[in-house]
């Protein structure tokens, strides 16, 4: 499980998510990197530093259990070392029919228990489960105690099941589809309050359309005055960072202030 007495180094952490996002083939470096990071003080994460520490052009397979992003056996493994087991439901969604993007994720993963709720897509379903583990255990997923609270159900009261097809009602990850959006003064002045006002404690936002996100996706959504859509992972946010991914390219921006994100074109829709 993940050791939570080291706190995580988020800009390696977005520089690998982000690789993540965007490769359609398996790379055992970027797998072994991420098992490092989120695994510290485990016989895995030494494994995977000895691979990554191997000499140059060594021809050597990947040790059994770290091709994570190549085998979905493996991502699953993954998962259960950070600590998501019995009682966490995992939720496919199939994005082949959306329009490509930039990082053409053609898979969606939701990854739940009870009232949490968090998203992770790839191009191939392992690297969507992968970018599900990594945003879950960046939240503290595992960290929760729900004991006293009831199992999510369906509207018809059924028992959801690990591994379910996920229903027309999920939200994807899409935030130019939340509704039409103008840029204008109102908008510039709306989120210098939300972030100004209310960050880091975003549970205080008033605003349903904003929140809706946050809660379903860990996520907070922006558009630039170009067009462009974006987005900012809440465990950054917590931690004091500014950082917008774009969703069409695989580029992130880091931003030092309020102020230099509005003077970039970025206002929360």
């Not at 485990?42 to 992003?69: F, K, N, Q, V, Y």
């Not at 053609?106 to 990594?134: E, K, M, N, P």
């Not at 595992?142 to 379910?164: A, I, M, V």
């Not at 899409?174 to 309050?193: G, H, I, K, M, N």
Request: hydrophobic fraction near 40%; proline fraction near 5%; glycine fraction near 10%.
């Amino acid at each position: 499980m993940t050791d939570t007495t080291h706190p995580l180094d988020l800009d390696h952490l977005a520089d690998l998510r982000l690789r993540l996002r965007h490769t359609g083939e398996p790379d055992p470096d970027l797998g072994c990197a991420i098992v490092a990071l989120l695994l510290p003080n485990t016989i895995a994460a030494a494994s995977a530093a000895a691979w990554l520490a191997r000499p140059e052009g060594a021809r050597r397979g990947i040790s059994a259990g770290h091709d994570i992003t190549g085998s979905v056996e493996d991502a699953l493994r993954f998962l259960g070392q950070l600590g998501f087991g019995p009682g966490w439901a995992i939720i496919y969604g199939d994005l082949s029919d959306e329009p490509r993007r930039a990082d053409g994720a053609r898979h969606a993963v939701w990854l739940r228990h009870r009232f949490f709720d968090c998203s992770g897509r790839g191009q191939t379903l392992a690297t969507a489960l992968v970018d599900v583990a990594i945003h879950a255990t960046a939240l503290g997923a595992t960290g929760y105690e729900e004991e006293d609270l009831p199992l999510l159900t369906p509207e018809d009261g059924s028992e959801r099941c690990d591994h379910e097809v996920p229903s027309k009602q999920l939200v994807l990850d899409t935030p130019d589809t939340v509704r039409e959006f103008t840029l204008s003064d109102d908008s510039v002045e709306r989120t210098r309050q939300v972030l100004g006002q209310r960050w880091p404690d975003l549970r205080m936002i008033g605003d349903s359309r904003i929140t809706a996100g946050i809660e379903g996706t860990g996520r907070l959504y922006l558009k630039n005055r170009d067009g462009r859509f974006g987005a900012m992972d809440t465990y950054e946010l917590d931690a004091g960072i500014l950082r917008v991914v774009d969703r069409d390219a695989p580029v992130s921006t880091r931003f030092e202030s309020f102020e230099d994100l509005l003077a970039a074109g970025w206002v929360v829709i």
